[in-house]
Every structure is written in C-alpha cells, then in structure tokens.
C-alpha cells in the first residue's frame, strides 16, 4: 500500500509553528542567556541545543505515540532568567539541570506529582504575571531614549494582534529589526561560527540557585507551557497520557543542560496550528505535522549561531521593547487565571507584588518569595477562616 504524502497544509502549518515560535521570542532568549553572564559561544550553544532537544524529542515522541508532539522552549522560563540573583554560567546550567530534573520526577513519581499540583493555580499563575511585568514595563520606559520605536511596535502589535493575532509576535521583530537597520542603528556583530555547535560547560549545582532558580523554572514551566500543551492535544482528539510527554520533555531537558538550554517543553499555542484538521484532515496521519515542525528546528539548530549573532548586534534599547512586547500576550493569560479564583484574590496579589518587587534575600530571587508569601497568606486566612469568631463562641 502506497503511503500518502502529508498535504501541502501540513507544511504550512509546521512553518508558521517553526517561524512563530523561534523568531517570536528568540530576542527574549538571546537576552536571557546575557544576562546570565553566557558569553557569544556559549549563547550561540544554548540556542543550538533547545533547537536540537526540540526537533530531536518532538520527532521521536511523535514517532512513539503517533500523535503531533509539539515541544519549544519556555519563554516565561527565560523572563525568569533575566530576574534571577547574580550567578556564573556554571551554576546556571546547574539549576537548568535540576529544573528538569524535578520535571522528570514530576512526571515519574506520583507523590512529586501530588506535592507540585498542590502548589494553587492562582499563586503559580500571579508568579508567572510577576515574573513578566517588569518587562513591560521597561519597554515603555524605552521611549525615553527612543519614543519613534516604541510607538511604532506598539502600534503595530495592537494592529496585529486584531487582523493577524498568531503573527503579531513575528511581525513586530520583523518592523524593529527593519527600524533598525533603516537607521544604521545595527552594531557589530560579534565574531563566531556560522553553523550551530555544541560547547559543554562546567555543571556547579547550589542549593541557593536551585531554590531561587530551577524550582520557579519548573513551576511557570509547568503551569504555562506543559499542562496548557497537554490541553491542546486533548482539545484536538488526542487522548495522550501525561506521564511519558513529561518525562521525555524532561529527559531532553536535562540531556541539554550541559550545553546551556534551560528549558524543552510542550508547546501551547503553536502547538494549535499543527494539531487541529486545517493542518491534516486525516487525524490518524497528523502525527507526521509533528515531524515537519521537528525537521524546522533541526534546521534552525544548523544555523543558530548567525541568527545569534545578528541579535547580540541590535541596540539594547531595541531588545528591551522588543521583549517586553513579545511578553505581553502571557503575561495577560497569567494576570486572568490569577485573578479567576476570588477566594484566592489576597494571595495572588501578594505573590504578585512580592515577586515583581525584584527581592532578593539570602541570595535567593523574588520568584521563590512571592511563592513563599502567596502559599502563607493562602494557608493563614484558611487557619482564621476554620476558627470561630468570638461571636460564634459567645
């Protein structure tokens, strides 16, 4: 029997996933890796493997379940990087590491799995919406210094998000690196290799940085990349289990730490486009879609380091708006699951405010606080709301 060849909409569809997802918030992650101290090689490697864990564990968990597996990098992951305390590369590829680490045993062990889904929605969400808004905030800020490029990509992602919302992300980097090479305002770019490679780094793990850093990877991961992708797949028809997609994104996560990559998970919503029937009608075949997407990124992975490089040469004002704007979209699907559960109100707002505030006690960073004071405000008012009143006692 002769096998069909995907249609041209699989191909289409992977497309659109690929560029979306990689040219999106690529801006977001070559600033990440920057300021954690990675230098132009090191940056250059840490895209190189996110690219090669994505294509590489997509198309295999693709293949193993037939079903169109999906994965990315978490980009609210690389928000948290950008507040994280001060560390070497070394300690951060440690907590890296440990991030997925945890995510395997999450998915493997079932009592980790009970402890992390005990953590409320509403206060893992209001640490997400914490994470992110400082840097919204900053990219308005940046019309002090450049107010024609902040009104411009602001108006052009309000357009977009209405006539073309799935490619505003896309379309605004586009218009900022045209603005900026209109301008002459392109640095030099830095020297380095043209096709992707793979630089090992020194693994320091600290319990400082695994508190501060790869617990809270874990949980916005989890919370907005992993269960929202598992959603997308069951939304589509497909009844996949949880445990192997967590482990495998896990694994892949760990697999690629070493090399810089700080985060291989499940996509959400690019994961749409190539899992609903516009990409395959033929839902038994749409697995293939997912191994269109892989083969992207392997291709992505082939020449990380130039695309790299062109962004290390953009002004930093220009990536500060082009990131806070690339945040916007999840930073206002955190502020309203935060907010859905009214009972919960009090304590994510105090996880909020804790973990925008950017405090840093005892070396660890304000996303492991507003966790703390969101989790303790929640478990007090439940202690006083069980007590009798002194009316009720009387």
Request: hydrophobic share 60%; aromatic share 6%.
């Amino acid at each position: 029997m002769r096998t069909r060849l995907p249609p041209p909409a699989s191909w289409t569809s992977a497309l659109v996933a690929a560029a979306v997802g990689f040219g999106g918030t690529i801006a977001l992650i070559v600033q990440a890796f920057g300021h954690m101290g990675a230098s132009v090689g090191q940056i250059a490697s840490a895209v190189t493997a996110l690219c090669l864990g994505i294509a590489v564990a997509g198309a295999s968990l693709s293949i193993r379940f037939r079903i169109p597996v999906v994965l990315a990098w978490s980009t609210p992951g690389a928000a948290l990087l950008l507040t994280a305390p001060s560390m070497s590369w070394a300690t951060a590829c440690g907590a890296f590491l440990t991030a997925g680490l945890i995510a395997v045993a999450f998915g493997a062990v079932p009592a980790l799995a009970r402890l992390a889904s005990s953590i409320p929605a509403a206060v893992a969400s209001a640490m997400l919406a914490g994470v992110l808004l400082p840097f919204a905030l900053d990219a308005f800020r940046q019309a002090t210094f450049d107010p024609l490029l902040v009104l411009l990509l602001t108006a052009a992602f309000i357009v977009a998000r209405q006539r073309a919302p799935l490619w505003s992300l896309l379309l605004v980097l586009g218009m900022g690196v045209a603005a900026t090479l209109v301008r002459g305002r392109l640095g030099i770019r830095p020297p380095g290799d043209v096709f992707g490679s793979l630089t090992i780094s020194a693994i320091h793990i600290d319990a400082g940085a695994a508190l501060s850093l790869a617990v809270p990877l874990f949980v916005v991961t989890l919370v907005s990349q992993n269960l929202p992708g598992i959603a997308v797949l069951r939304l589509a028809g497909y009844s996949p289990k949880p445990t192997p997609l967590l482990v495998g994104t896990g694994l892949a996560s760990v697999a690629m730490a070493p090399f810089g990559a700080h985060s291989i998970n499940l996509a959400a919503i690019t994961a749409a486009l190539c899992t609903s029937p516009d990409a395959d009608p033929d839902k038994a075949a749409r697995w293939r879609v997912g191994l269109i997407y892989a083969a992207l990124y392997l291709l992505l992975a082939t020449f990380s380091p130039v695309l790299v490089r062109y962004f290390l040469a953009l002004p930093q004002t220009t990536l500060a708006v082009l990131t806070g704007i690339a945040l916007i979209p999840a930073l206002t699907g955190a502020l309203e699951a935060m907010m859905s559960s009214m009972e919960n109100h009090d304590a994510s707002i105090l996880t909020f405010v804790v973990t925008a505030s950017g405090l840093t006690l005892f070396g660890l960073g304000s996303a492991f606080w507003g966790v703390v004071a969101g989790v303790t405000a929640m478990a007090v008012a439940r202690l006083l709301h069980r007590q009798p009143t002194d009316t009720e006692t009387a």
